[in-house]
């Protein structure tokens, strides 16, 4: 090919949060896409949520994000426009924290709310953290706690306190940006961001670029204070069902992790943070910037090991 043309990035993985282009010379571009519908009641701090879930994207590339278009399905047969006017404050505000101009974007009417952004950043071509870069023996660590679909769902049926719910906000409102220059100090491997396939899914795509497998420790996973209190009692969503089944194929649980566990591990998150792969000589120096970031939660929860690729082990 010309070397006056750009190209796609051949050496990432079939699951990628972005897709890597790479010009003739200096950065290379980061795009993506990613749009959602209300996680939370009001609208501006929707447009925020939505907004810091599709940059994550980008950080998950070890990229910086410069400039977005708004994409936005809008029911406006049943919603005032002043709701649109916040949803695209908030986004616009969040893009702003995280150095990146919203420069337009596009609206349709239809049925059901939705709102996100396509994100195009920049990366030095030597520092993607592609998922083909994950090697083994690598430290996985995680920088936010899980929990997000089961707040979720027990804001919708109106039994989240203002306290869980100021815990989730937090959450969902905390861009990634330390995260990844955390894993790019540390010289991380790769990286994912967790979000709607939840940890195990995620992490199944992660090792998948490589063709390695990995072994996770339950204990070690952060959680949500009342994570698991929400999830025995039923409140699951519909989409951590299918993450479970998804993964079971090619996981391994230790038989004392009851569905509770399991469910947990496959919560669909928005907004989730990042799954960083580091050599286990720097992941000590990562958790000390994580720390050092004011990082929500970081946990090593486990290694990347030799195995067919993709499969997992849990241990308890």
């Not at 609208?43 to 278009?69: C, H, K, Q, W």
């Not at 059901?112 to 950043?121: P, R, T």
Request: proline residues 5%; hydrophobic residues 45%.
């Amino acid at each position: 090919m010309p070397q006056s043309h750009a190209w796609v990035e051949p050496a990432t993985g079939p699951f990628e949060d972005a897709a890597v282009v790479r010009l003739p010379s200096g950065p290379a571009l980061v795009f993506t896409v990613d749009f959602i519908t209300p996680i939370v009641d009001d609208p501006e701090t929707f447009g925020a949520v939505a907004a810091a879930n599709a940059i994550s994207d980008v950080y998950a590339m070890g990229a910086e994000p410069r400039v977005a278009l708004a994409v936005c399905g809008f029911p406006r047969d049943r919603l005032p426009l002043d709701v649109l006017e916040a949803v695209f404050r908030g986004g616009r505000e969040k893009a702003a924290e995280a150095g990146c101009a919203v420069a337009g974007g596009h609206t349709v009417q239809d049925a059901e709310f939705k709102y996100g952004l396509c994100v195009i950043g920049d990366v030095d071509p030597a520092r993607v953290l592609a998922h083909t870069h994950v090697c083994l023996g690598d430290r996985l660590v995680l920088t936010k706690p899980l929990g997000v679909g089961a707040y979720a769902q027990a804001l919708k049926r109106d039994q989240l306190g203002a306290a869980d719910l100021g815990d989730l906000t937090t959450l969902l409102l905390r861009l990634n940006k330390d995260a990844k220059d955390a894993a790019l100090a540390a010289r991380a491997h790769a990286a994912t961001d967790v979000t709607g396939f939840g940890l195990l899914g995620h992490l199944r795509h992660l090792l998948l670029g490589a063709g390695v497998a990995a072994r996770i420790s339950a204990g070690s996973v952060p959680l949500l204070p009342r994570a698991r209190e929400l999830v025995r009692a039923g409140l699951v969503p519909g989409g951590s069902r299918g993450n479970l089944d998804y993964v079971t194929p090619t996981t391994r649980f230790d038989a004392s992790l009851d569905e509770v566990e399991r469910l947990l591990l496959a919560d669909a998150q928005t907004s989730g943070g990042l799954l960083i792969a580091v050599s286990p000589t720097r992941v000590d120096q990562l958790c000390d910037e994580l720390a050092k970031a004011g990082a929500l939660a970081h946990a090593v929860i486990g290694e990347v090991v030799s195995g067919s690729g993709g499969a997992i082990e849990v241990l308890a």
